[in-house]
């Protein structure tokens, strides 16, 4: 066995994978059932003998390359997952072969250094005051930004969750949860919201939603009824959480006059912008964003549209101190008073062990510039309101909202069924992947516009291609 032969055999074999997603040679989407795959892809064999190198490697690379969703295929139109500059994916690979656990600083001063450089050129982003590397709390009203990269979104979501609790009911660390806890978000918060209030112990139950208007985005006029309702009920609300953007539609709630409820209140405000917080990165669309920096906390992934492999998830604080402070737990192995020449990061993550995600996230800024991204963002957005206008005007579909992003709801003039069955239908074929979502009490089909070389073309042919699934195929009634 040897590295290097090993390591060409997976580069030529990602390079040929590659040219022919791209080229749309293979299917985009193809799921034979699991126990063929894994009979298939010899597992069990390779377990007993070992030797998984040279020719047995490269045959068993090509077969699991076959059984992948390609996400650099053109039809790739389903989901919010990059598709990766190849740059990040070198990166995974370095971090993956060094192993560097960088939450503190001596598992990994190159990777922590990154981590604080990428955390605060986003702090930038949002209008927040990056920190600087030998962060001391400053004194006066000077406030530094603060940030952790996390496993995801989710994870960011609860971890910002966490800082705003203990700033509330810090005793929740001996004590436990005092019982009258609550939350303030959307109904159409991601899923992961209503599941961090089930972890922080608050509960769903405890949950108030904001009144929204018609497409699901926040009014601001009917805030105080929701915190009403709260206080009425006895509770305090530890946040208040909107969306930039919503999942299912991609719309922005109103973040400035949000904030502004919130400081008059005293109420934490974190901005769920795992998706559209990357809008912040174009001058044409960072001001649907607009007051995001009067928040609290920020959740952004970069493994949505900042083209990061999965994971690199960032939360980002106004206030650096806050997120210090959101654990109060102790380690004293890893948290004792030294004398070291950078930060540890573990103070501020649930994770304990941590991979170098900076890098990933690096390696495409490096590769791409940040001037690359925004243009990025920019094409995707606006293939996205060039596939309303052409969508909304063919008598035989309608569109959920104009959107605001990169991702747009539509339907097939018809009832649920048919939505669910043309999609099903498309997916078996492999030509095309879509995804679907529930919006207003009705199923659309979604579109997540991230492969950056899909054009208005691709969205016409899969137009064809519906209308032939549609149309030429018995329904069952
Ligand atoms: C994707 C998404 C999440 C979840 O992020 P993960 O990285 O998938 O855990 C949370 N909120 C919103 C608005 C999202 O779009």
């Not at 003998?49 to 992948?68: N, P, Q």
């Not at 904030?259 to 559209?276: K, N, T, Y």
């Not at 207003?440 to 073309?457: E, H, I, K, V």
Request: net charge negative; aromatic share 8%; with cysteine.
């Amino acid at each position: 066995m040897s590295f290097q032969s090993d390591l060409e055999i997976v580069a030529a074999a990602l390079a040929d994978y590659y040219r022919q997603s791209h080229a749309g040679e293979m299917p985009v989407i193809h799921q034979p059932p699991m126990e063929e795959l894994i009979s298939g892809l010899g597992l069990a064999a390779w377990v007993s003998t070992g030797g998984l190198s040279g020719e047995g490697l490269s045959e068993f690379v090509a077969k699991y390359l076959s059984s992948t969703t390609r996400l650099h295929h053109p039809a790739y139109m389903a989901h919010q997952v990059a598709v990766p500059h190849y740059a990040g994916a070198l990166a995974a690979l370095i971090d993956g072969f060094t192993n560097n656990a960088m939450a503190i600083y001596e598992m990994g001063p190159g990777a922590a250094s990154i981590e604080h450089f990428v955390v605060n050129w986003l702090l930038e982003k949002v209008g927040w005051q990056p920190a600087p590397a030998r962060l001391t709390h400053p004194a006066g009203d000077q406030t530094w930004g603060g940030g952790v990269l996390t496993h995801g979104g989710s994870l960011a979501n609860l971890t910002a969750l966490i800082a705003a609790r203990s700033r509330i009911a810090p005793q929740v660390w001996l004590d436990g949860s005092p019982g009258n806890l609550a939350l303030l978000a959307p109904a159409e918060s991601h899923y992961s919201i209503a599941r961090a209030a089930g972890i922080l112990g608050i509960g769903q139950n405890a949950v108030y939603h904001l009144a929204v208007d018609s497409r699901g985005v926040v009014i601001p006029d009917r805030l105080p009824e929701a915190y009403g309702r709260c206080r009425n009920d006895g509770r305090r609300a530890i946040a208040l959480v909107a969306n930039a953007c919503s999942t299912a539609v991609g719309l922005y709630d109103p973040l400035l006059e949000i904030a502004e409820f919130c400081r008059a209140q005293g109420l934490w405000f974190h901005v769920d912008g795992a998706h559209g917080a990357s809008a912040l990165l174009s001058e044409k669309h960072r001001h649907r964003l607009r007051g995001v920096e009067k928040a609290d906390s920020l959740t952004w992934d970069a493994h949505k549209l900042v083209r990061t492999p999965t994971l690199c998830a960032a939360v980002l604080v106004r206030d650096s101190r806050t997120l210090d402070g959101a654990f109060q737990q102790e380690a004293s192995y890893l948290f004792h008073e030294k004398e070291q020449p950078g930060f540890d990061f573990v103070e501020r993550t649930v994770e304990c062990t941590k991979a170098g995600l900076g890098l990933r996230l690096f390696m495409v800024l490096g590769a791409m510039g940040e001037r690359g991204l925004a243009d990025y963002v920019e094409r995707q957005f606006d293939l996205a309101v060039e596939a309303y206008e052409y969508i909304r005007h063919l008598p035989d579909f309608e569109c959920a909202v104009e959107p605001q992003t990169n991702i747009l709801c539509f339907r097939l003039a018809g009832d649920d069924d048919l939505q669910l069955q043309v999609r099903q239908r498309l997916t078996a074929l492999g030509a095309f992947y879509i995804s679907t979502a529930a919006f207003n009490g009705r199923r659309y089909l979604r579109l997540a516009l991230m492969n950056p070389d899909t054009s208005l073309d691709d969205i016409k042919r899969l137009v064809d291609e519906m209308r032939r699934l549609a149309n030429t195929e018995a329904r069952p009634q």
